[in-house]
């Protein structure tokens, strides 16, 4: 850890280091690619759009089976398309939840009138593997199966490779939402049975905001035509129009996607899934230890902790009060996350984005002055 840090701490560009789930700190790069502007049925554009899907099937191995249909918005307009497009209407969607982006699905599946049932678990735990399994023995009915790769209202990592395994022994579908994992932790189609996946361009990445993609199989594609119940959201009839012409069906997010190109270059330099998940469990680590050291608990034990973002349990302190921490933090450079959980006062802290194992020991130093500025003596939680 650096024994000092600048008052207010800026990345290369000036912005202040985001400690969060995404939007993230890009590089400067990245931000640069933004300042050109092309036209959407432009050659080099269409180029730029043909080379980003391409590069998006390799990092899952997917260039046989797989096409990659990408989308405007944010990863939820994907997750959305992805179940409005591969659920038909006499489907039955059944939706591993232990968080708020599992019940996010279950929303969606409610306004599209999808049959729908939730298996649900705490938020410091993963889902149960043996239960899928006896549930699918039990309900037939069930032709589609989602789970959340990362959950990142906790930050707890669940197994998708088992859930894979029991999905493909049952003959049903399974649909993952890779949104916060999707780069940095593998989902390796040669290696995990599934049909389609979710994610966007501002996680692990490191793209920033503006589109996902939904990287799925081509035969579960053709056949979902005409099972979208929004035309926006149709990622048949998105495919197809872009199978036919290289382009959007709607304007795209240009230079989202022209940023992205510079992102996935980026990405492909460090070593794809292998360098930059290595970075971020780096990252992970020395967050995790340097508050450890600081007093604090994790939510989760190591084994089930994605270095993505980590969730630590509030101090009972009286002087620790969660929006001054934040506010005092934000004022010398560093966002976080409030918690999201239901079973424990937390918030949240992120290890992901354009910066490495220096700029988190930075980020430590600065938690440390401020707690003492605060006056803030003890950071353990509440006993269980």
Known sequence: MSDKTSAVAASPSGDPWLLTPGPLTTSVATKEAMLHDFGSRDKKFIEINRRVRSSLLSIINGQDDFVCV?????GTFSVEAMLGTLVPQDGKLLILVNGAYGHRMA??????????DVMEYPEDQ??????LDARLNEDKAVTHVAVIHCETTSGVLNPIAGVAEVVEKHGRSLLIDSMSAFGALPVDASKIRYDAVAASSNKCLEGVPGMGFVLIRRTALEKSKGNAPSL???????WVQMEKTDQWRFTPPTHCIVAFEQAIREYEAEGGVDGRGGRYASNCKILVDGMRA????TLLPDHLQAPIIVTFHKPTDPKFDFQNFYDRLAERGYLIY???????DSFRVG?????????????LVVIKETLSEMGVENCAPAAA
């Open 351 to 363: 290890c992901i984005g354009r910066m490495g194992n220096d700029d988190i020991r930075d980020a």
């Open 70 to 74: 990408p989308l405007q918005g944010s």
């Open 126 to 131: 993963p889902v149960s593997i043996s239960d």
């Open 107 to 116: 929303k969606i599946c409610s306004y599209y009138g999808r049959a729908h």
């Open 294 to 297: 600081l007093g604090f608990e």
């Open 338 to 344: 409030p918690g999201k959980l239901t079973v424990a």
């Open 232 to 238: 926006v959201l149709d990622l048949y009839d998105q």
